[in-house]
């Protein structure tokens, strides 16, 4: 965790599920269970907090501590300013659902503003947050890379192809293997000369953490993708870059939701386009030229 709360973004709850990798086994008690029922932690005072997450009062004045609130008081009011925005995009606190949002009974109508909803706040969230430094560093990797590998597993692997489609017709050598054994294993083959992206939203898919691990004692240089900062990816990565999700609270039996993609694809867009800039009149013979060998011969002529 950070020392504190940024004063333009309020999310606590963002905060504690980035540093909950980072936290001792008690104040890891103290994080879960506020993760896990925010509704309910949000009107429990310091001893009924303690007593639920097994933990002493002082424990949880540390948590409070390092979250760099101060008072406990202010805790209580952090998580409720957490959720309120948040339920604008439909997640309600303590309650079961079968996707982001989603509960028992919901209409079609309220699916798909609830969807479009929080997919609209996962990009705008994502873009606010991305660090133009960080995007500067990126396209140099990519600029001096031989090839382009990319790392991922699920539905990571729609923001890695649409990336390598991207690249591919800027006049970039891309990589990706679907199996996750032999991403690992293109890792001890890397050089110098590669660059390796992994894309993992949590940042601990144990595949992409071991590639971009072992491509950096090869030598190569690695962009790690992840909505989680202090992660186990972010660790191995030479440059990061932030996407963000809708809600900051991960259900494991709920699966991976499509609005946590559309800031991976808003960042791979980001450095294509980047990249494409920099090398403004070459992107665009590499585009004329992969339009008229691979997509216009694919397209059926109008008739007249």
């Known amino acids: 965790m950070t020392d504190g709360p940024p004063a333009d973004d309020p999310h606590v709850l963002q905060q504690i599920a980035r540093g909950l990798p980072y936290l001792n086994p008690a104040l890891r008690r103290v994080a879960e269970f506020i ?11 310091i001893t009924e907090l303690a007593a639920a997450s097994d933990v002493a009062e002082s424990t949880v004045s540390r948590f409070v501590k390092q979250l760099g609130l101060g008072r406990y008081p ?5 998580i409720a300013e957490a959720l309120l925005l948040d339920r604008p995009n439909g997640v309600e606190p303590d309650r079961k659902h079968v996707y982001e949002g989603i509960l028992q009974g919901d209409s079609s109508t309220t699916i798909i503003g609830k969807i479009t909803g929080s997919s609209h ?17 990126a396209v140099e990797l990519i600029d001096s890379a031989n090839v382009i590998i990319f790392c991922c597993m699920g539905s990571s692997s729609i923001a890695a192809e649409d990336a390598i489609m991207r690249f591919t017709r ?20 890397v ?10 939203d949590s940042g601990e898919s144990t595949p992409v953490v ?20 202090a992660s186990r990816l972010t660790r191995h990565a030479t440059v990061t870059l932030c996407t963000s999700t809708a809600t900051p609270i991960r259900i494991e039996i709920y699966g991976e939701a499509m609005t946590g993609k559309w800031g991976q694809i ?4 980001v450095l294509y386009a980047a990249f494409a800039v920099r090398h403004f009149d070459e992107t665009l013979r590499h585009l004329e030229e992969t339009y008229a060998s691979g997509i216009r011969t694919s397209r059926a002529v109008p008739r007249s």
């Open 35 to 45: 993760l896990e029922r925010p509704g309910t932690a949000k009107t429990m005072t």
């Open 74 to 78: 202010s805790l209580r009011v952090g």
């Open 121 to 137: 706040q996962a990009l705008r969230k994502t873009g606010a947050g991305l660090d133009a430094a960080a995007i500067d560093r």
């Open 170 to 189: 800027a006049g970039k050598k891309c990589l990706l293997f679907r199996d996750q054994s032999l991403q690992v294993m293109t890792a001890t083959i």
């Open 191 to 200: 050089t110098p000369e590669d660059v390796v992206i992994g894309i993992s």
């Open 210 to 229: 071991e590639a971009l691990a072992q491509a950096r004692k090869n030598g190569a240089r690695t962009i790690g993708v992840t909505s989680a900062g």
């Open 266 to 269: 808003l960042v791979m867009d």
